[in-house]
């Protein structure tokens, strides 16, 4: 079956102004043209450059680090791919880059394939911005954590949903009355109950649990295949968090929604997922089936975090695991394995270079050639 979406390769830079390279530190400077930006690299961080050194030692603006390196991942029509990270990962770097709403002085390299219904793939990274704008929405859609933000104080949420459902009215024939009617069957769709009287309610007036529900209803009102779906739960206490989990899952069912689930949290990810992505530092350490994930992690860092998830068999009398350390700055990846400080299995070839990612069994992919050595 052909792919809904296909990510290849995608890297997401940012510039970093007026950095400062300590003189002390190694430094190789190989200098570039603003066309041809050079790697520089300096003590053990990795940055990018486009601009000529003015003085040894000293690099002036700009200089780009990478949020996202060459991330690779699709999702099949219908699917459920989890996307899980420490934060600082960029999982929402990636999910804004799929919707092409990263800020303008991103610097975005790759392909980002979507297939639009019976159409052939586009790249969204070069379609021309009004086809954009009709794709969000009526093809891919997105909810964020905090529902408060992205819903408009001052307007009465049916009027909200409404609006979006006459945003992408190809047809241009729908009246505001029947735009309203299809927000009042929105808002029933996500179980909001008495829709009609709930839809003349300002955002204030409702509970956190269901500003996302109405946030969801936004979302789905122009049937979208895929849903990106950023920490929708986390602003939410354990019970509505669950609430939130099942009616995704009962949309998916009913509309065949694709959806990209980010979250930090793999217990809620195992909710929901078919398949696991876990980034680390801006990387894909590790991709497969949840069952693989959950049952034969094959890389450090996933062990790391699976420790961290409590279950029925954990012994409540001890403390969680943790991994030690932190996830490193963006200014300060190193060159190798991003996970190598905090690694127990690291042998010294791991600080040289980035791993590459090894298919460790039929559709699971891990970055730590150590743990799982190359046939
Ligand atoms: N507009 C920006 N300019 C510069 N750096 C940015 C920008 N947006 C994100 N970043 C950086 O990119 C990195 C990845 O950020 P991202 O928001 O994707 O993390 P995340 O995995 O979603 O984390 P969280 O779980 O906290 O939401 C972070 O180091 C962040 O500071
Ligand atoms: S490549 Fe090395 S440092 Fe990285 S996870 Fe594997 S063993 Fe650890
Ligand atoms: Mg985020």
């Known amino acids: 079956m052909a792919?809904?979406?296909?990510?290849?390769?995608?890297?997401?830079?940012?510039?970093?102004?007026?950095?400062?390279?300590?003189?002390?530190?190694?430094l190789e400077t190989r200098v570039g043209t603003a066309d041809s930006p050079v790697?520089?690299?300096?003590?053990?961080?990795?940055?990018?450059?486009?601009?000529?050194?003015?003085?040894?030692?000293?690099?002036?603006?700009p200089l780009?680090?990478?949020?996202?390196?060459?991330?690779?991942f699709s999702i099949a029509p219908g699917e459920v791919l989890g996307l899980v990270g420490e934060s600082g990962s960029g999982k929402s770097v990636t999910s804004l880059a799929i919707i092409r709403l990263l800020?303008?002085?991103a610097r975005i390299a790759g392909e980002i394939l979507f297939t639009n219904g019976n159409r052939s793939a586009c790249n969204l990274l070069q379609i021309p911005e009004e086809e954009m704008r009709h794709l969000r929405g009526s093809g891919i859609a997105m909810i964020f954590q905090e529902p408060m933000t992205a819903l408009n104080p001052v307007m009465r949420v049916g009027d909200q949903i409404a609006e979006a459902i006459l945003a992408h009215d190809n047809s241009k024939e729908i009246?505001?009355?029947?735009?309203?009617?299809?927000?009042?069957?929105?808002?029933?769709?996500?179980?909001?109950?008495?829709?009609?009287?709930?839809?003349?309610?300002y955002p204030h007036q409702l509970s956190g649990g269901m500003r996302q529900r109405v946030m969801i209803a936004t979302a789905i009102a122009n049937r979208p295949q895929l849903l990106i779906a950023d920490e929708?739960?986390?602003?939410?206490?354990?019970?509505?968090?669950?609430?939130?989990?099942?009616?995704?899952?009962?949309?998916?069912e009913k509309f065949g929604l694709a959806m990209l689930f980010i979250s930090h949290d793999l217990a809620v990810v195992s909710q929901v997922a078919d398949r696991v992505a876990v980034m680390y530092a801006g990387s894909l350490v590790e991709l497969g089936a949840k069952h693989d994930i959950f049952n034969s992690p094959a890389h450090p860092y996933t062990r790391g975090l699976l420790k961290a998830v409590?279950?029925?068999?954990?012994?409540?009398?001890?403390p969680l695991e943790t991994i030690e350390g932190t996830v490193p700055s963006l200014q300060a990846i190193p060159p190798g394995c991003p996970f190598e400080t905090r690694c127990d299995f690291r042998v010294p070839e791991c600080a040289t270079a980035?791993?590459?990612?090894?298919?460790v069994a039929p559709g699971h992919w891990a970055r730590c050639p150590v743990v799982n050595p190359l046939k």
């Open 3 to 26: 792919l809904l979406l296909d990510v290849r390769h995608l890297t997401v830079e940012f510039p970093v102004q007026n950095q400062m390279a300590r003189p002390s530190l190694p």
């Open 232 to 252: 929708p739960t986390t602003a939410l206490d354990v019970t509505i968090q669950a609430q939130i989990l099942e009616l995704l899952a009962e949309l998916r």
């Open 310 to 318: 409590p279950t029925l068999k954990t012994n409540r009398a001890r």
């Open 103 to 105: 800020p303008p002085q």
């Open 64 to 72: 780009t680090v990478a949020a996202v390196k060459g991330l690779s």
């Open 175 to 201: 009246s505001n009355r029947e735009a309203w009617q299809r927000a009042i069957e929105a808002m029933n769709d996500v179980a909001i109950s008495d829709p009609e009287r709930r839809a003349r309610d």
């Open 39 to 61: 790697e520089v690299r300096r003590g053990t961080g990795t940055l990018d450059r486009s601009s000529q050194l003015e003085e040894p030692g000293r690099i002036t603006s």
């Open 354 to 359: 980035l791993p590459p990612l090894v298919e």
